[in-house]
Each structure stands twice: as C-alpha cells, then as structure tokens.
C-alpha cells in the first residue's frame, strides 16, 4: 500500500504559512512596554505601554500636559526612555536620533510641519532628499521626476492638487498635512507617528485629513493618531491608550469601547461624575 505525500505536503505548507501569519500579527511593528521618563524630579511619563500593529491606527488621547509630546519624543528617537522597554519588530531599542528611527521606519509628521512655505509642492515633498541625474560637474536635480513622482504618489492616497508647482504656502493646512503624509509613505516609513494633525482645522478640512490617516492605514502602514478629539480618534482608531499627568489611565481596542464612554474618560470620567455630584449637593 503505497502512502500520498502530496496531501501531507500541502498540509505541512499550509501549516507553517498559517505559523508564520500569526508569528507576524504577534510581531508589532513599535511596542512600548511600562515606558517612564523623567526630567530631573518632573514625571513626564509613567509606565506608558503602547503599540503599533501594521494596517492599524493606534489613538493616543489626553489633554495638554498628559505626556503626549514626550511619548512622541521617545517614539521620534528625539528623547530617550529611562525605564521600560521599547521595541521596534520585536528588537529592543533605543533610537538616539529621529534620524536612526527615521531608517528603522518610523516617520514623524508634527502639527508645526517643517515646510519652505515659498517652495513648490514638488520640492517640498523631496526637501533634503532631493534625487539629481547627471556626472560630475553636470549634476543636477532631477526636476522632472520629482514633479511626476510627487504627483503620482499624491494620487495613490487620493490627494489631487490642481498642480504640484503651487508653492506649499497657498495650500490649506489639511491639504499640507496630506503632502507630508504621502512623502513618509513615499519614503518607505511603516510607522506613521501624527501628532495632533486635526488640531488646528475645521471640521471639513480636519474630515479630508482623516481620510488619508485612514488610506495610510489601508496602505499597511501602523499609524499613531495623537489628538484630544475622542470623535477623531473614534472615526478611525483601531485602538485608543489614554494619558492623563504622563500616567496610562485607559487602554482600550475599538470593540471594547464605545464613543460615549470615551469621550467620557477623556473628560475625566469618575472625577466628573464626582464633580458633578459634588455640585448637585451645593445647589440642593
């Protein structure tokens, strides 16, 4: 009785490729494990834990002084963590530059965004990576790739300007917000770190934003979605961690929380119900 391998293969095959696509959703792309950072005696951030899986959009929340910007600090490789641990796919870290964790993949678009306001959009989307064509002496900028590149990747996340040679300074903040998203996508970042990209925009313009956080998420990319507007960060969160004086008093995924309760821990939740009582009692 001879035995048919052939079954035994496929099932070995299709074994290990289901092995290795649980190995790799395991695998986050950043993981920050009981994060601290001190400035002298100042808490900054205390045992912060956080991460960023690919095609999803991890939500920080908190109000002014929750430890947002030093968290993003960390993540940017602008400031060090003093305990915890940080990893970037699995390998602790500690990035010492936003260079280096700009080559580890993680890009970071700030609210101030460094643009040349006076520049085209062309040049801004290649503003110090500028690629040139030519030998020696004849070296030159490559103009003419870098309008064609700048529109066509613009196009991929949805983003149609009237035209690409309109200095950066005439577009409207959100419009900005999207050109810089499309550069780190183009530029190969899998981490995308947003800090705080609807804060400034009305509601239409800060809808446009939101759409291309989202099609940088479809696009495989992990996103941190920094913000202190729950119904932001609830229109396209995966998952939410809330800050409050740089201590973690909320981490949630989005079937575990509803918009109302978020919102209401935003707000401060049990001490706002305490308020509230506490005024009650007053006006009786």
Not at 45 to 58: A, D
Not at 129 to 153: A, L, N, W
Not at 211 to 226: E, H, P, Q, S, T
Request: contains cysteine.
């Amino acid at each position: 009785m001879t035995h048919d391998t052939t079954h035994d293969t496929t099932r070995d095959a299709t074994r290990d490729a289901t092995k290795g696509a649980a190995a790799e959703e395991r695998t986050a792309l950043v993981e920050l494990e009981d994060v601290s950072k001190y400035y002298g005696n100042v808490r900054a951030l205390e045992g912060v834990s956080l991460e960023v899986r690919p095609g999803k959009i991890t939500c920080v929340l908190g109000d002014n002084g929750a430890g947002k910007s030093t968290l993003i600090k960390i993540i940017a490789g602008l400031h060090q963590h003093d305990a915890g641990t940080f990893r970037i796919e699995g390998e602790e870290c500690r990035p010492a530059s936003p260079r280096e964790a700009l080559d580890r993949g993680i890009a970071t678009v700030y609210q101030d965004l460094a643009v040349v306001p006076l520049m085209p959009v062309w040049r801004n989307f290649f503003l110090g990576s500028e690629p040139r064509k030519g030998v020696g002496p004849f070296k030159r900028m490559d103009v003419d790739f870098m309008r064609r590149t700048t529109r066509t990747e613009l196009l991929r996340l949805g983003i149609d300007l009237r035209d690409v040679d309109q200095p950066i300074g005439t577009l409207s903040g959100g419009e900005r917000q999207c050109v810089a998203i499309a550069r780190a996508v183009y530029f190969g970042a899998k981490v995308l770190v947003l800090d705080e990209p609807t804060a400034a925009l009305g509601v239409k313009q800060s809808g446009i934003v939101l759409k291309y956080v989202a099609a940088a998420r479809d696009a495989g990319l992990g996103v941190v979605f920094i913000t202190h507007n729950p119904h932001h960060a609830y229109l396209v969160g995966d998952r939410f961690t809330l800050l409050k004086r740089g201590t973690m008093v909320g981490r949630h995924t989005r079937e575990e929380i509803s918009l109302d309760e978020l919102t209401r821990q935003m707000a401060g939740g049990d001490e706002l119900d305490d308020l509230r009582e506490e005024l009650d009692n007053r006006a009786s």
